[in-house]
């Protein structure tokens, strides 16, 4: 299988974005396929969750992305077997201004990400919550989005404007890029709002969404204060059980995919 970019994408902050990446990489990884996550947001937060410490992000993706390091020097190890990270600090907020001034920034990324694919089944992108250039470089060089959208009121409005922004970058820039899934978060089924925006949510998007939900977990919560994903700090959680789920069915829809190709 060749290396599949995913970027996880919600202009919206707080919807479990980082989340997501943290943890549905590890349950990738611990199928033994080989991850490579890559912190695109100037917050550094996927760094911070997998316990990598701020001396240890002297060479990170701003200085791939400005040329002052190969991106393949970036790459660093974490405590998952299988799965290695390129950081992030609150440096990357300077990138936004220098790719400005570069011939065809939009692309940078994915120039740069081509030398790291032979290496992965999977890279997975932790995106800023804004529509930024920094996003922008992250649809263009990404096989898909993955959408993390959190079971509230505004959920459905915010997602209208992401998915007019993806439409554009593959009228433009990327014809390629798929969107890979809704996956909806925070959820509580005792909520009645939570019941309603899924109904919304499934009733428009269909098979876009993905069947399993992320539950308001308060293990997924504490994890990130010990530097772990939620999967290594209570395998047994709702929380971590729901990301393996999405993982298997993250694998399983891909598999139909290619299936489907051969078939046609």
Not at 19 to 24: E, S, Y
Not at 80 to 90: A, F, G, M, R, Y
Request: proline fraction near 3%; aromatic fraction near 4%.
């Amino acid at each position: 299988m060749s290396c599949r970019v995913i970027s996880i994408v919600n202009q919206k902050g707080g919807v479990g974005k980082t989340t997501t990446t943290i943890n549905l990489s590890t349950a990738l990884a611990a199928i033994n396929k080989s991850i490579l996550v890559l912190d695109l947001d100037p917050q550094g937060n996927a760094s911070t969750g997998f316990g990598i410490e701020n001396e240890e992000r002297t060479g990170n993706i701003y200085h791939a992305l400005v040329g002052e390091l190969d991106i393949t020097d970036t790459i660093i190890e974490t405590s998952i077997p299988n799965l290695k990270i390129i950081t992030s600090t609150v440096d990357l907020s300077g990138a936004e201004l220098e790719l400005l001034e570069i011939n065809n920034r939009e692309f940078r990324l994915k120039w740069l990400l081509e030398k790291c694919k032979k290496n992965f089944d999977f890279i997975l992108i932790d995106c800023p919550p804004s529509l930024s250039i920094l996003t922008l470089n992250a649809l263009v060089a990404s096989d898909s989005v993955l959408i993390p959208l959190q079971c509230e009121f505004f959920a459905l409005e915010g997602l209208s404007h992401l998915l007019k922004t993806i439409s554009l970058v593959q009228k433009k820039l990327n014809s390629a890029l798929e969107i890979e899934g809704i996956v909806l978060t925070m959820y509580d089924s005792r909520n009645r709002l939570t019941t309603l925006v899924e109904n919304d949510v499934r009733q428009c998007l269909g098979d876009l969404v993905f069947k399993t939900v992320v539950p308001r977990n308060v293990r997924i919560s504490e994890a990130p204060s010990h530097g772990q994903p939620a999967i290594i700090y209570d395998l047994k959680c709702q929380g971590s059980i729901a990301y393996i789920n999405l993982a298997k069915e993250l694998l399983k829809k891909m598999k139909c995919k290619q299936e489907e190709l051969i078939g046609s």
